[in-house]
């Protein structure tokens, strides 16, 4: 898909009238048509009326119709995405990676949020298909693999977190085991031996697969895995300092916090620091994501890189190409885990 880009467009003031088309035709000595094919990047015509009609659209102010432009070709030129929420800090990322790259070949995202629901996702992508979107982003949806099978049939879908394969359907997923498995071993490799872990919504496959990263790298290394250092979480930051008041309330031996998210690990700090636990000379903390605000938090948060923002750039360059009629052709990047000042080496006798 080609994008082109006339001369820097000057803005009409109020009450002025619209330019067209025709306008701009005879003003550059073209026909309409030649205009019309220039800016949609199909015309073959010399240098010399480009630059006139480009010099035109800039002296009048013309400013190209995209709906119009796309339903001359069957197309609306705007593609629904449906997240989960749009506060959260890290689809927040993945959401502009998608704006940024649907923009760069004059795609509009229409964002809509599913609130973790699948009645709701099932309302939000009605939504999206009566205003006509020429396709469908879900970012971690809860619908069901046939339900996504059944909606690429009518048109294409890429799909976040999970392993799909079917006709003008692509998807993307993040290996969220590995990324755990290496935590919980930076922790081990530290001298922990009582890592608590703050789960997921264990509605996410994401957590499940975290939370089996975890198991699975006390198991290799012989480490029992004790139910009571396994704690229930949402996500949220409030249930990351509610996780830690629990374990601190039944006085559960603790030396580190692997904590599912960020936002739960950040929680989790401010509840270590309410009760004059020092980060990280008595309790390691480590997350997962790695948010922008970790970097920025006391002391910086050690965490699993996962790429939000490339993530919606991928799931992006994957509707341009189901788009396109191409085969998409991406893979989401392997986890890596970011050291930082949250994480010290055990301490305990």
Same mark, same amino acid.
């Given at each position: 898909m080609t994008r082109r880009s006339p001369s820097a467009v000057q803005l009409r003031s109020?009450?002025?009238? !619209?330019?067209?088309?025709? @306008?701009?035709?005879?003003a550059a000595g073209v026909s309409p048509s030649t205009v019309s094919r220039i800016l949609n990047g199909s015309a073959v015509v010399s240098a010399d009326k480009v630059q006139a009609v480009e010099q035109a659209i800039a002296r009048l102010g013309y400013v190209p119709n995209p709906v119009a432009r796309g339903l001359a070709g069957g197309r609306t030129l705007s593609v629904g995405v449906?997240?989960?929420?749009?506060?959260?800090?890290?689809?927040?990322?993945?959401?502009?990676?998608?704006?940024?790259?649907?923009?760069? !070949?004059?795609?509009?995202?229409?964002?809509?949020?599913?609130?973790?629901?699948?009645?709701?996702e099932q309302r939000s992508i009605s939504v999206l298909r009566a205003r006509r979107v020429d396709?469908? !982003?879900?970012?971690?949806?809860r619908l069901s693999d046939d339900a996504l099978i059944e909606l690429a049939k009518e048109l294409p879908v890429v799909v976040t977190g999970r392993n799909l394969e079917a006709p003008h359907l692509a998807s993307l997923r993040f290996d969220n085991f590995s990324g755990a498995r290496e935590a919980t071993d930076y922790l081990?490799?530290?001298?922990?031996?009582?890592?608590?872990? !703050?789960?997921?919504?264990?509605?996410?496959?994401?957590?499940?697969?975290?939370q089996r990263g975890y198991l699975h790298a006390l198991a290799a290394r012989g480490v029992p895995?004790?139910?009571?250092?396994?704690?229930?979480?949402?996500?949220?930051?409030s249930s990351g300092a509610v996780a830690v008041e629990r374990l601190l309330q039944q006085r559960t031996e603790f030396t580190a916090v692997f904590a599912a998210n960020d936002q739960m690990?950040?929680?989790? @700090?401010?509840?270590?620091?309410?009760?004059?636990?020092r980060v990280p000379q008595q309790v390691s903390v480590v997350g997962?994501?790695?948010?922008?605000?970790g970097q920025f938090s006391t002391p910086p948060l050690t965490s699993v890189h996962q790429p939000s923002y490339e993530m919606g750039q991928l799931a992006a360059r994957a509707m341009a190409a189901l788009l396109d009629g191409r085969p998409p052709h991406l893979a989401m990047p392997a986890p890596r885990l970011i050291v930082r000042e949250s994480a010290a080496p055990c301490r305990a006798g």
């Open positions: 109020p009450g002025e009238p !619209i330019v067209t088309i025709g @306008m701009v035709a005879r449906v997240t989960q929420t749009l506060d959260s800090p890290f689809y927040g990322a993945a959401l502009r990676g998608i704006e940024v790259e649907l923009q760069a !070949i004059d795609y509009t995202p229409l964002f809509i949020s599913g609130q973790w629901n699948e009645h709701e396709g469908i !982003i879900a970012i971690d949806a081990l490799d530290l001298g922990h031996r009582r890592i608590a872990f !703050i789960a997921g919504d264990p509605a996410h496959q994401d957590a499940l697969e975290r895995a004790d139910e009571a250092l396994l704690i229930p979480g949402d996500y949220r930051e690990a950040l929680g989790a @700090m401010l509840g270590l620091y309410k009760h004059r636990v997962f994501d790695d948010l922008q605000a």
